[in-house]
């Protein structure tokens, strides 16, 4: 268990090797893939290798009570693979419970060597990992959900690499523009505006929402 800082609020959460997100897993095409993973948090755990193809293995791919039983706290389990006709990014993540709201990572899987990329070769990569973040303990959460028999509760944040964005402060008084950046973000008008304290609005408006705007 580690203890994480956000939204000015501390909390406990699994996570893998003290990391969140967890560690990047970076292996090439026709590689084979040995993870051991030794449980010490106290729930059961499974790790899911999300859109690597089980050829032959699928006792490694991860889903509790599906392909193996959990790994209990104090167990061992070792997951071996081979990543067979492959490449690209993935990601890998809890699967029992909803630990994987906070246990998971990135796979990159690149080119066997010296096959050349089909485009100029990357400077550099950077996995973004689009996620959620509860304030409330996330078990708890879905044990609430389950309980009732609704959804769990909304989170309270959006993250990227487990980040849910700096806090700014803003410079002036004054209105301040943003919108959602769709694809169609222009032809839907999806704006909205922050009215800053002791800010004015002269001749500001933003134009009523349009007639074919998707509902949430």
Known sequence: MTNVTRLCETKSIVTVNGQFPGPKLVAREGD???VRVVNHVPYNITLHWHGVRQLRSAWADGP??????PIQKGHTYVYNFTIVGQRGTLWWHAHISWLRSTLYGAIVILPKLGVPYPFAKPY???PIIFGEWWKADTEQVISQALQTGGG???SDAYTIN???GPLYNCSAKGVWFMHC????????????AWLVLDGSLPNQKLPPP??????C
């Open 32 to 34: 084979q893939v040995i």
């Open 152 to 154: 769990p509760n909304v």
């Open 64 to 69: 509790a009570y599906v392909t193996q039983c």
């Open 124 to 126: 550099k990569e950077v």
């Open 210 to 215: 349009p007639s074919d705007l998707p509902k």
């Open 162 to 164: 487990g980040l849910p």
């Open 181 to 192: 950046h769709l694809e169609v973000h222009t032809s839907w008008g999806l704006k909205m």
